[in-house]
């Protein structure tokens, strides 16, 4: 019985437009220290999980992105993007093939923890539980404030108590609003969904079979292509993930989880941050006197506060009485918006798009 | 009696960083057409002044960049700048030396006027105003709106009315406050005070000899110089621009013009605009459909109003949910501020050269 990493990354992360781009995900970008976003991932489960059970699971168009800066790391290449669920229905048959015993932990890589030791004593808890029960263990996070861009996890009968709490699910919610979050913040019964995972990875394919039968029963003619050492797996796999009902082309939250009986949720107590735009950006890196976050020593601001400022150039950014705004500078293309803008980034490279601009993409 | 044109352009326009740099100063600009300001400046010119009679006054710092610009055009060189009464005195001294009969229009490089021929029509007016009597000719502009950045001029009686009008100066006026402008403006009184002068040059060095005695009599040690074809008249000039006492390193307005008894004022009646920083783009540059100027093609704005956006560089520039921002990217550095900033833009031009960032300067 052996533990896998299996690190979601098939995104693109256009909210991190410009520096991310089509052939340099999000993933690669080097956001909060000089190892890229998903290098750090792996550095941070190293620990507990061998370097040689780690998986990437992402798509053909990021292979070569994520190959440079993982170059000793399995991959697990999805044809087409169908949302998490094919996603981990497609890795737990690769799993399964080569260790049918195999623990798999699913993290993605836009995960930050400033606590990375407290982080892996809980996920330890998980594997032992889930190694020791046909159960998926989910990470839940133990709001610090009321978030209105996670989904929450009402918290059930405790379960388990030994060194962390491990808890019953009673229900999900989708994303709330601030008056709804500000209550469940309170009532101390509500977790962050992180959108981790630990199970046996058969009791994570029980699960889709239950749940999912068309995603199953691709699944299952994929395993039997592998079984086969058949050279078409590829093709099975590209028409297994072509031909999939939209109602199953969907996250692994919404397709199995939410409807699952055997799913727990650990109560996460250490600070975690999801880097999905560039505002999270203030969570991660330390403010100058002037409350500014800055990648760059050529940043000179006069009379500027609260900004964020990330330069993968050489040039010199200045800025004057500017405050609250994100200013991103690449070689080719500079993106300037105000902070409580930066989930609507995705707008511009939808409008690039568009108007055919490729080369910025 | 020929005339002759004297462009003044001895500021570096550092409110124009970072397009505008020590060796590129803002007269080379190209900010209001595909001319530098100053080309456009001299070609303005040209169907009243004869090519071979313009010179521009400038520092030696400044030479080579503006030379690029106007190749074929005369240069005063101010060994040290002093403001404009000295260079103007050092012009006239020159001129003089080739033409006693001289007359002279002294202008700068960083006025943009829409409708050119009656620009040149009130010249005209002037320049016969000035050819036949002994008068210095102030263009006046009538204000349209209560601006607080520039003086004034109060009209006294009307001396002139063929064409043109031209007044007696009553009084200058500072730059006033607000309220005090909207009187201004509203009693149909008072003119902008633009800088332009035409007169004999004789008649504007007889006007600095009664007021200006230190700066005259170092005039004359420079005409003996030039008389006797010494070819010490490069150090005697920089004698006497080094030892010039403050109080006559000073404007022309201050030193000669508010005291002399000899200003009239021409009542200039045309659009008239002060290139004055990137906020005066405003006034000069058609705006797109979202109120932006914007003189780069690359340029992607989202949900954004009222902003400058100038670019020298080739990079794509994209903006979502900014307004009335000015954006000015360069091939090494990037400015940006409010609107309502602009004039403060040479802050960041002294903190660059404070924290000896000589590169950007």
Known sequence: MALYGVIMAGGSGTRFWPVSRRSIPKQCLHITCHKSMIQETVDRLS???????FYVATGHHLYEAIKQDLPDIGFILEPVAKNTAPCIGLSMIHLLHNDPEAIVLLETAD??????????????????????????????????????????????????????????????????GIDVAKGYVGSGEYLWNSGMFIAKAQVMLDEISLYMPHLYAGLMRIQSALKKADKKVDIVTQEVFESLPSAEATS???GVMERSKNVVVVEGIFPWYDVGSWASMEEIIPKDDNENVVNTAEYVGIDSRGNIIYS?????????????????????????CPKEKTEDVKKIVDRLKCQGMQGYL
């Open 47 to 53: 620990p507990i999980i061998e370097r040689d059970k």
């Open 252 to 254: 692994i939250d919404f």
């Open 312 to 336: 993968t150039s050489k040039r010199l950014i200045t800025l004057l009485g500017v405050n609250d705004m994100v200013v991103v500078d690449t070689d080719d293309a500079i993106m300037i």
């Open 111 to 176: 995960h930050y923890y400033k606590d990375e030791d407290l982080y892996r004593q809980h996920l330890l808890g998980a594997i032992a539980h889930a190694a020791t029960h046909d159960k998926i263990c989910l990470i839940g996070i133990k709001p610090s404030y009321p978030a209105t861009g996670y989904g929450y996890i009402q918290q059930g009968s405790l379960i388990c108590n030994q060194g962390i709490r491990i808890f019953e699910v009673q229900r999900f919610v989708e994303k709330p």
